[in-house]
Nanobody, 128 residues
Framework: QVQLVESGGGLVQAGGSLRVSCLAS????????MGWFRQAPGNEREFVAS????????YYADSVKGRFTISRDNGKNTVYLQMNSLKPEDTGVYFC?????????????????????WGQGTQVTVSS
């Protein structure tokens, strides 16, 4: 199983940008679909973005389309989430997640229960 460590969270003003990163260790990173989820206090964990293990197809929640970009660098075992035009409602703990790509080929990448590796999360706070 892959181990994940997020970094790069912080406090930013509305309209600003932030990039969070997730470093993976363990088994072959390139074989994993990677996802970003977030959770605000009192809310359920929600899907933000994902990137497939093969072809690097990307998917985004409607709330972040056009503002966030997910990418991966298999040589560095790292997945990134570039967040632009941030809004106060983007505030939350951002979690990186991994799942074996071939097992879930053709299935939705937005369901958190399909991911079996999670990081500890990094806090992102957007002030108005």
């Amino acid at each position: 199983q892959v181990q994940l460590v997020e970094s790069g969270g912080g406090l930013v003003q509305a309209g600003g940008s932030l990039r969070v990163s997730c470093l993976a260790s363990g088994r072959s990173f390139s074989n994993y679909d990677m996802g970003w989820f977030r959770q605000a206090p009192g809310n359920e964990r929600e899907f933000v973005a994902s990137i497939r293990w093969i072809g690097s197809s990307t998917y985004y929640a409607d709330s972040v389309k056009g503002r966030f970009t997910i990418s991966r660098d298999n040589g560095k075992n790292t997945v990134y989430l570039q967040m632009n035009s941030l809004k106060p409602e983007d505030t939350g703990v951002y979690f990186c997640a991994a799942r074996p790509g071939i097992r879930y080929a053709g299935t939705s990448a937005s369901r958190p229960q399909t991911y079996d590796g999670w990081g500890q999360g990094t806090q992102v706070t957007v002030s108005s």
